[in-house]
């Protein structure tokens, strides 16, 4: 399929800008030029609490979004934001965090992880780590479930919720689902298809997967299936799964080979190839129209899955 019109509109008008890729320039460059659309309020959350919680390498800020103002007994999406390791935070998210609460009606809360290559791997996989163990015992005290959590992520934060559901099964943590969307799985680009015809032109560009890869995978971590998931040797026992893909994404192929290993070992594994669409539009509702029904599909899935 092409692109969708309004993809295309804001994929021409980011040609048209002549803005630098992701990896050109230094990190603090990547950063300052990271590209995020002003979005809507979402009046509906309106509940929100800043707060820390500790971790193995420190303190770890996390946002909790609600739609009440005393939550008790809320199943639990524990979010971690894309931006390839690198990028974003609670803030640059916080649009996707109302809308997953939104959608889901659960207790939402969103890491702030530490960010590479300051805290290259293991360190941001620690952070969510800790958050996710830590709702699982003390998630009640905040007003959620603790017998009721998903973990979910966008981009490198689908990274880091499938490093975290592989741990899970590791270490006997029973998470209800993980939900990947346009996952970073694999450092080996030449085993996708994906990778060349989505090379460029699609916002997020194969080289800037490289260099991602490259702050994040600073002090090793290749052969880590934390660190990429690609690299497990068994998917048997890992939590169940709603794999969600972007048409035009080189990240593509290898989200949609993962789910179907997922499915191969006997993980109830759901799959969505979305047509039309570039890397991020979970995030840009207000600008790409068809992500409005994949949110729906988001909250339908985790209500399910929370049942």
């Given amino acids: 399929m092409p692109l969708d019109a309004d993809v295309a509109e804001l994929v021409q008008a980011l040609a048209d800008s ?3 890729a992701l990896s050109d320039g230094t990190v603090d460059v990547a950063r300052a030029n990271y590209f995020s659309a002003p979005t809507p309020d979402l009046d509906e959350i309106a509940h929100i609490k800043d707060s820390v919680i500790e971790g193995p390498h420190g303190p770890i800020p996390i946002r909790i979004y609600s739609s009440t103002p005393e939550p008790e007994g809320m199943p639990v999406i524990v979010m971690f934001h894309g931006g390839g390791w690198v ?8 649009h996707v965090a109302r809308r997953i609460a939104t959608v889901a009606d659960a207790l939402v809360v969103s890491v702030d992880y530490r960010l590479a290559p300051e805290h ?3 360190q941001p996989h620690d952070d969510c780590w800790a958050v996710t163990e830590w709702m699982s015992r003390h998630g009640s005290t905040i007003g959620g479930d603790a017998t009721r959590i998903i973990v979910l992520g ?6 880091l919720a499938a490093g975290v559901a592989l741990r899970a099964r590791d270490e006997g943590l029973q998470l209800r689902a993980q939900v990947l969307c346009y996952p970073c799985i694999d450092t080996e680009q030449d085993r996708y298809p994906s990778m060349t015809e989505n090379a460029t032109g699609y916002f997020l560009t194969a ?7 490259g702050h994040y995978l600073a002090n090793g971590g290749e052969e880590n299936p934390y660190a990429v998931p690609a690299r ?3 998917l048997v026992g890992v939590a169940p799964s709603l794999t969600i893909t972007a048409e035009f994404d080189p990240l593509r192929d290898e989200g949609a080979e993962y789910a179907a290993r997922l499915a191969a070992d006997g993980t109830a594994a759901e799959y969505l190839a ?8 979970i995030g840009r509702w207000h600008t790409m129209s068809r992500a409005v029904s994949i949110h729906d599909h988001i909250g339908e899935y985790c209500t ?3 049942t």
Avoid: I, K, T
């Avoid at 990028?87 to 916080?94: A, E, F, I, T």
């Avoid at 080289?207 to 890869?213: A, K, T």
């Fill in 120 to 122: 290259p791997f293991p």
């Fill in 232 to 234: 497990a040797e068994s």
């Fill in 18 to 20: 002549q803005a630098p």
């Fill in 304 to 306: 399910r899955m929370f």
């Fill in 274 to 281: 979305v047509p039309g669409v570039v890397h991020g539009f």
């Fill in 207 to 213: 080289r800037d997967m490289r260099w991602f890869w």
């Fill in 154 to 159: 966008d981009s490198a934060g689908a990274n």
């Fill in 87 to 94: 990028l974003s935070s609670v803030d640059g998210h916080d």
